[in-house]
Nanobody, 120 residues
Framework: QVQLVESGGGSVQAGGSLRLSCIAS?????MGWFRQVPGKEREGVAS???????VYAESVQGRFTISKDSAKNTLYLQMNTLKPEDTAMYYC?????????????????WGQGTQVTVSS
């Protein structure tokens, strides 16, 4: 089984920053971050493949940065200039090899989530 554990969430004022981490028991060829708020569908935030190819949601482009440390089996999401609309439960996920780690693909494993709350 693949286990993913997210951390780094919390409460921050608009304009602030947070760095999320996801420690994986096994690194997937695709790794990504998703978020979800109550009553809304889950949306992709950022993804990265084994070669470092990255996809960002338009809503976070220029503000969020996804990265990984394969030696530590860890995925990161640096979130800057946070906005209230970024408030959500953030999940990391892993999946098989795709040309791009598209958000709409079938991701294999999911973490338990870490809450991010941005106040104005």
């Amino acid at each position: 089984q693949v286990q993913l554990v997210e951390s780094g969430g919390g409460s921050v004022q608009a304009g602030g920053s947070l760095r999320l981490s996801c420690i994986a028991s096994r690194v997937g060829d695709c790794m990504g971050w998703f978020r979800q708020v109550p009553g809304k569908e889950r949306e992709g935030v950022a993804s990265i493949n084994v070669y470092g190819r990255i996809v960002y949601a338009e809503s976070v482009q220029g503000r969020f940065t996804i990265s990984k440390d394969s030696a530590k089996n860890t995925l990161y999401l640096q979130m800057n200039t946070l906005k209230p609309e970024d408030t959500a439960m953030y999940y990391c996920a892993t999946g098989p090899t795709w040309n791009l780690c598209n958000f709409s693909n079938r991701w294999s494993y999911w973490g338990q989530g870490t809450q991010v709350t941005v106040s104005s």
